[in-house]
């Protein structure tokens, strides 16, 4: 079966950095669109982050541009997400995500929290 297992997050300074992994299992990775999504407490859940099968094209929300890169490793079945000058807005779960055959399954969710 399709599962999505993140890990990295945890607590660090606003300017810090931190790198998620999403270590994907049950399907064909290598063909799949990933994205990262995020949960604030109290919001509703939004993507962050896009990136194509082969990795040649990436997206992100406006508010981490230039600071979050999406990859991936094939070879690996994981997506990672480096998050770089992290701010305490960035504090949220964050999920990966993908859809096999028409249905959607997410990750547990890592935590990340940013805080002085």
């Known amino acids: 079966q399709v599962r999505l297992v993140e890990s990295g997050g945890g607590l660090v300074q606003p300017g810090g950095s931190l790198r998620l992994s999403c270590l994907a299992s049950g399907f064909t990775f290598s063909s799949a669109i990933m994205r990262w999504y995020r949960q604030a407490p109290g919001k509703e859940r939004e993507l962050v982050a896009t990136i194509t099968p082969g990795g040649e094209i990436t997206n992100y929300v406006d508010s981490v541009k230039g600071r979050f890169t999406i990859s991936r490793d094939n070879a690996k079945n994981t997506v990672y997400l480096q998050m770089n000058n992290l701010k305490p807005e960035d504090t949220a779960v964050y999920y990966c995500?993908?859809?096999?055959?028409?249905?959607?399954?997410w990750g547990q969710g890592t935590q990340v929290t940013v805080s002085s």
């Open positions: 995500r993908t859809i096999r055959l028409g249905a959607v399954y």
